[in-house]
Structure formats: structure tokens, C-alpha cells
């Protein structure tokens, strides 16, 4: 059965740094892309990054050249330098989706249980 797992998060100041980490287990098959997700309080849930098994990459406007996601096989990292008060979310991995058209397509079934990261002095 699949399991989606994370771990980072937690409270820095601005303009630090943070890393989330994410691993799919259970799956045996190449997974063509992951990527991350954030949602705010009173927001939606919005793409931050993803990236392909090949290592294409997309980055929500509002964290380029900030946020930087890798991965190998199964495992997706978010490296998050010079936050900011508005990256304030709490952080979902998602540990399968589709790439189609330079879009990431995740799939609802393989997200992980979310970690809050909160950028505050």
C-alpha cells in the first residue's frame, strides 16, 4: 500500500532557511513526477514546485530563485532559503502525480500528512 511521508517544518525567523524532505513507499514503478504543495490559513492549496523524473522543473512565481526541489527514485526535497512572512503554510508533499504540458497533475491519493512551517520573528 502506498505511503507518502514527510518530515521538516517548523519555526524560523525571515530570511532563514528550512528543508522538507518526502518519500513514497510502496511503490514499485517509476513515478514520473512529485512535487509540493502549501495551503495558508483561509487559502487554497496551491502548487509551490515540482519535478519530473527526468528533472524538469516548475516553481510557483512567488518562490523562484528562493526554493529549490530535487529528488531521486522515490524521495522529493524542498530546500527553502530566504523565507518570508507570507511562506507561512502548512507544507504538503505530493509523493506521485503527472506531468502533461509543463503542468503538474498530482494524484490525490499520495499526499503526505502536511508539516507546518512557520516563518515569524
Known amino acids: 500500500q502506498m505511503q507518502v511521508v514527510q518530515s521538516g517544518g517548523g519555526l524560523v525567523q525571515p530570511g532563514g532557511s528550512l528543508t522538507l524532505s518526502c518519500e513514497t513507499l510502496g511503490v514499485y514503478i517509476s513515478i514520473n513526477a512529485m512535487g509540493w504543495y502549501r495551503q495558508a490559513p483561509g487559502g487554497q492549496r496551491e502548487l509551490v514546485a515540482a519535478v519530473t523524473s527526468g528533472g524538469s522543473t516548475i516553481y510557483a512565481d512567488s518562490v523562484k530563485g528562493r526554493f529549490t526541489i530535487s529528488r531521486d527514485q522515490y524521495r522529493v526535497t524542498l530546500q527553502m532559503n530566504n523565507l518570508k512572512v507570507e511562506d507561512t503554510a502548512v507544507y504538503y508533499c505530493?509523493?506521485?502525480?503527472?506531468?502533461?504540458?509543463?503542468?503538474?497533475?498530482?494524484?490525490?491519493?499520495?499526499w503526505g500528512q502536511g508539516a507546518q512551517v512557520t516563518v515569524s520573528s
Open positions: 505530493s509523493g506521485r502525480g503527472t506531468w502533461s504540458n509543463d503542468n503538474y497533475y498530482p494524484n490525490h491519493g499520495a
